[in-house]
């Protein structure tokens, strides 16, 4: 089976630039998440869907960073424009909803941003 | 605040040996809380998640325990193998007004050597 699959796996690109990526979840899961990781700050979760609709924006760093979900197999989380301090790795997850918050979140292997 | 502290923040030990990885918690109210192994350049991948009324969960060589009371975690690896070579994570989730709150820990690097 597939498991999560992001792209691009890296980018690096100037401040002020637009930046998007993108993530298709495991066929059938039903919640999304996006997580940031850094040296300094560990994982931190950004947004996260359940069935499409976004439950809880608050790890949002700023408005210059949205995120949506057309669909149940896709999501991109977009930063316009991107500083420097943006760099990270950004990672999405996906879930099987049903059984509540106890099942296992399933990770994509991430997208390595660089802004210079 | 809530928080989630993980030791040893890194770990040197040789194959076949055995460890323990601790993570202590104040998060309120309590969900669950997971074990995530992170190989270098690669996503999270889930180990164990226990709630409230779990005191241990194995997979495999990995086991974890709890203790709700002390809010206090371990992950305990038995027979040590090259490949378990990784950061190792501790999270605890809490669930407020519907939505999902996670509180990551640091994670511990271990390292096994030959």
């Known amino acids: 089976d597939a498991g999560v699959i992001q792209s691009p796996r890296h980018e690096v690109t100037e401040m002020g630039q637009e930046v998007t990526l993108r993530c298709k979840p495991i066929?059938?899961?039903?919640?999304l998440f996006w997580y940031r990781q850094t040296m300094m700050r560990g994982l931190e979760l950004l947004i996260y869907?359940?069935?499409?609709?976004?439950?809880?924006d608050s790890g949002m760093p700023e408005d210059r960073f949205s995120a949506k979900m057309p669909n149940a197999s896709f999501s991109t989380l977009k930063i316009q424009p991107s500083e420097p301090r943006d760099s990270a790795v950004y990672f999405c997850?996906?879930?099987?909803?049903?059984?509540?918050?106890?099942?296992?979140?399933?990770f994509g292997d991430g997208t390595r941003l660089s802004i210079l | 605040k809530n928080q989630v502290e993980q030791s040893p923040q890194s770990l040197i030990i040789l194959e076949g040996k055995n460890c323990t990885l601790q993570?202590?918690?104040?998060?309120?109210?309590?969900?669950?809380l997971r074990w995530y192994k992170q190989d270098t350049g690669r996503g999270p991948v889930s180990l164990t998640i226990?709630?409230?009324?779990?005191n241990t969960k194995s997979n495999g060589r990995y086991t974890a325990t709890l203790d709700a009371d002390t809010k206090q975690s371990s992950l305990h690896i038995t027979a040590s193998q090259l490949s378990d070579s990784a950061s190792y994570i501790c999270?605890?989730?809490?669930?407020?007004?519907?939505?999902?709150?996670?509180?990551f820990g640091r994670g511990t690097s271990l390292i096994v050597h030959p």
């Open positions: 999270v605890v989730s809490s669930i407020a007004g519907g939505s999902y709150i996670p509180t």
């Open positions: 869907f359940n069935n499409n609709v976004p439950i809880d």
């Open positions: 997850a996906s879930t099987r909803r049903a059984g509540g918050d106890n099942q296992p979140q399933h």
């Open positions: 993570c202590n918690y104040t998060v309120s109210p309590f969900s669950n």
């Open positions: 226990m709630t409230f009324s779990e």
């Open positions: 066929s059938g899961h039903n919640s």
